[in-house]
């Protein structure tokens, strides 16, 4: 049982350079989550998919777009990068359709856009 | 959208020493969890605490929902406690956003 998987680890884009963020989740929840850790911060919610075929914009949405494959795999995806957008980058799952349910977060992807 | 506010914000420890970590939170909460970030980077859930007291071996936490905080006990602590702690809260109106707040960091001396 991996939990929530990300990939790549690492990352260098130049700016205006295109990248999608990998996540799967194996635990079957409905939930899926993209959050941004700035330096000296808490992470802040980028995009979510409350269920397979959903997705809401969460706090930070500007310059991501997203997409919920199935239910196991949720996408991020960065069209033409910017420096503002070096950050670590978080996935996260739950169980349920509603952020009242306890999140699990993978690894995260460490992007540096140049 | 609802504020966190943890305290204290940096805090070291001899090896052995206990802890009081702090969450303040400026709206009721469906949701309340406290984080570890190790020195990888890595989340680690501790606790799902909307309400109550739980404990996990060292490591214990109570959320007072009424009164708008959280406490994170760390008792016995050792070397591999060190990192930040994170408390996150859902607030019961609004998107589907756990807010956290900056983080206490915790550096436990041998």
């Known amino acids: 049982n991996a939990g929530v998987t990300q990939t790549p680890k690492f990352q260098v884009l130049k700016t205006g350079q295109s990248m999608t963020l990998q996540c799967a989740q194996d635990?079957?929840?409905?939930?899926m989550y993209w959050y941004r850790q700035d330096p000296g911060m808490g992470l802040r919610l980028i995009y979510y998919?409350?269920?397979?075929?959903?997705?809401d914009k969460g706090e930070v949405p500007n310059g991501y777009n997203v997409s919920r494959l199935n239910k196991r795999e949720f996408s991020l995806r960065l069209e033409s990068a910017a420096p503002s957008q070096t950050s670590v980058y978080f996935c996260?799952?739950?169980?349920?359709?509603?952020?009242?349910?306890?999140?699990?977060f993978g690894p995260g992807t460490r992007l540096t856009v140049t | 959208g609802i504020q966190v506010e943890q305290s204290p914000p940096d805090l070291i420890l001899q090896e052995g020493a206990n802890s009081t970590l702090r969450c303040n939170f400026s709206d009721s909460v469906n949701n309340l969890q406290w984080f570890h970030q190790n020195p990888w980077g890595q989340l680690i859930n501790l606790f799902y605490?909307?309400?109550g007291t739980k404990q996990n071996g060292r490591l214990s936490a109570t959320t007072v929902a009424t009164e708008r905080y959280s406490l994170l006990y760390i008792s016995s602590s050792q070397t591999t406690d060190s990192g930040v702690y994170f408390c996150a809260v859902v607030s019961p109106t609004g998107a589907n956003n756990l807010f956290f707040g900056t983080g206490t960091r915790l550096t436990v001396i041998p």
């Open positions: 998919s409350a269920s397979e075929g959903t997705t």
């Open positions: 605490i909307p309400s």
């Open positions: 635990m079957n929840h409905n939930s």
């Open positions: 996260a799952s739950s169980e349920g359709d509603r952020a009242t349910y306890e999140q699990y």
